[in-house]
């Protein structure tokens, strides 16, 4: 059975725009969960803004102000262990997560990602899969393990790539799906629907 109330943290750099989908689900009621944080690694992005305007709490936890990357992490861990999250959202956290963070919390971060995994992993990646010459893109949703953008899929969609498309005009597809599937799979997670199988993710009816 599904827990009262399940918590979730949500790690921004941008826009935020993911993390509005999250937001809008949870008061439209298609999600069962409440955001305890959003934490971003950039100053005054405008994904803090989004947070702020819905009352939610976060925080900018500047990587500068730590000596290392452990020592980041460490804060970080620290900050979402303070609110008994049950799962991390990497929403456009663009700073690669180390091993400390991902086995404290192993099982329990998500991420999304404007390609069909595992092609075109890493950066500019609609751009990537423009040059390439794809046919097709989309979003994939995944667990984070410690291969960048190599967890076990959990969902994906795909977005057809048209001869007049650009950089921005397939990003901005790709991103309408991205706003879809965020919070589809958040919920399957939340009902417990989902069992992995070696690297595969079944989704139990
Ligand atoms: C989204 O397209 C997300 O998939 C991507 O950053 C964008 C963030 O947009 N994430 C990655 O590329 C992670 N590898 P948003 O800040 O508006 O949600």
Known sequence: MAPDKFILAVLVSGQGS???????????????AEIALVVSNVKDTYALERAHKH???????????????????????????????NLICLAGF?????????????????????????????LRVQKRALEHGARFSGCTVHYVNEEVDGGPII?????????????????????????????E?????????????GRRVLHNK
């Open 185 to 197: 799979a958040i919920q399957l997670i939340i009902e417990d629907r989902l069992t992995l199988s």
């Open 155 to 183: 969902l994906q969609t795909v977005v057809p790539i048209y001869d007049n498309d650009n950089e921005a005009s397939l990003s901005k597809r790709i991103l309408e799906q991205e706003h879809i599937a965020y919070p």
């Open 18 to 32: 993911n993390l509005q989908a999250i937001i809008d689900s949870i008061e439209k009621n298609d999600l069962s």
């Open 55 to 85: 009352g939610l709490e976060s925080i900018f936890l500047d990587p500068k102000s730590y000596p290392d990357r452990n020592g980041y992490e460490q804060a970080l861990v620290e900050r979402i262990q303070s609110k008994s999250v």
């Open 94 to 122: 663009m700073r690669v997560l180390g091993n400390h963070f991902i086995e404290t919390f192993s099982g329990r971060i998500i991420n999304i990602h404007p390609s069909l995994l595992p092609a075109f992993p890493g």
